[in-house]
């Protein structure tokens, strides 16, 4: 496509049920990162994807928190067990000139009540 | 990678140049200077990068300091859409490493 798409985008869930978020990358493009941004605050880094690499995880804030992607293509952030500090805007980008740098996703706004 | 700082926020006159300052004092020799921008509900928006030398294109103008340890954001005909969230980030290009998001700088151009 001709952008980043990331679906839903509104999700509202119960407190202590899982939800699955998707980000579609541009086609051809190697690198997808996931963010976070609560409200009024900046962003968080989850996970990064590079092409078959192993993903860097070093930005999950829990065990709760998961990410696959199936090689350059659809990737999926799962939250198992949501809490309500997981309310926030997730952000998806993906890259495939690293100097230019990403195009972001309008985001998926997850509430947990 | 590098910190930065900016001035939580800022005011321009619409039609009237933004110049949106950045300090990254720390910046290493292979770093390079980002800028984006976050409108309201959207998501961030990449809108120019540079070395060291200036870089212009179709959205504003990079200014890099000779010590590169600041550089500066313009806008020369701020329009009342620029309103938004101004990100600074260096970051080393070709690596997998993420870009660091701060908190920006704030500028609402005033009509």
């Known amino acids: 496509g001709a952008g980043v798409s990331q679906s839903p985008s509104n999700k509202v869930t119960e407190k202590g049920k899982d939800v699955e978020l998707r980000c579609d990358p541009i086609?051809?493009?190697?690198?997808l990162y996931w963010y976070r941004q609560r409200l009024g605050q900046g962003l968080e880094f989850l996970i990064y994807?590079?092409?078959?690499?192993?993903?860097?995880k070093s930005g999950l804030p829990s065990d709760r928190f998961s990410a696959e992607r199936t090689g350059e293509s659809v990737s999926t952030l799962t939250i198992q067990r949501t809490q309500q500090e997981d309310s926030a805007v997730y952000l998806c980008?993906?890259?495939?000139?690293?100097?230019?740098?990403?195009?972001f996703g309008s985001g998926t706004r997850l509430t947990v009540v | 990678d590098a910190k930065t700082t900016q001035p939580p926020s800022m005011d321009c006159a619409e039609g009237r140049a933004a110049n949106l300052p950045c300090n990254h004092s720390?910046?290493?020799?292979?770093?390079?200077v980002y800028w984006y921008r976050q409108i309201h509900s959207q998501g961030p928006q990449y809108i120019i990068h540079g070395l060291k030398n200036n870089e212009t294109n179709e959205m504003a103008s990079l200014i890099i300091t000779e010590d590169r340890k600041s550089s500066t954001l313009i806008l020369p005909h701020a329009t009342l859409r620029d309103t938004a969230v101004y990100y600074c980030?260096?970051?080393?290009?070709?690596?997998?490493?993420?870009?660091?998001f701060g908190t920006g700088t704030s500028l609402t151009v005033i009509p």
């Open positions: 086609s051809g493009h190697t690198a």
């Open positions: 980030i260096v970051r080393v290009v070709n690596t997998g490493n993420q870009f660091y």
């Open positions: 720390t910046i290493s020799g292979n770093e390079y």
């Open positions: 980008a993906s890259s495939s000139d690293r100097g230019r740098g990403y195009t």
């Open positions: 994807f590079q092409g078959n690499s192993a993903p860097d």
